[in-house]
């Protein structure tokens, strides 16, 4: 069975940082590009950053640029997302997803596998 699972989601003050993972299971990541989306309440879900297959070209979005770093490591089969310099309004769910060619997109357009999501909270 094909998921995707995230992980490292937490309450956090602001200025913390924290590090998601995303790991797959019933398939290997390095035929796959990956995004991370968000969505907080009442809030669309909007692409956060992404990768292509070999970890070449990332996207972020100009709200998390210089604060978020994405990466992968093929061997340990997950997609981590390092998170600094937190702010409230990073409050949300967090997604990773899959898309099935080598360069990703920070629209929703060619995901077919999402996973269920990890809370970021950001408060004092």
């Known amino acids: 069975q094909v998921q995707l699972v995230e992980s490292g989601g937490d309450l956090v003050q602001p200025g913390g940082s924290l590090r998601l993972s995303c790991a797959p299971s019933g398939f290997t990541l390095d035929h796959y590009s990956i995004g991370w989306f968000r969505q907080a309440p009442g809030k669309e879900r909007e692409g956060v950053s992404c990768?292509?297959?070999?970890?070449?070209?990332?996207y972020y979005t100009d709200s998390v640029k210089g604060r978020f770093t994405i990466s992968r490591d093929n061997a340990k089969n997950t997609v981590y997302l390092q998170m600094n310099s937190l702010k409230p309004e990073d409050t949300a769910v967090y997604f990773c997803?899959?898309?099935?060619?080598?360069?990703?997109?920070?629209?929703?357009?060619?995901?077919?596998?999402w996973g269920q999501g990890t809370q970021v909270t950001v408060s004092s």
């Open positions: 990768i292509d297959v070999s970890g070449g070209s990332t």
């Open positions: 997803a899959r898309r099935s060619t080598y360069y990703c997109s920070s629209t929703h357009s060619g995901y077919d596998y």
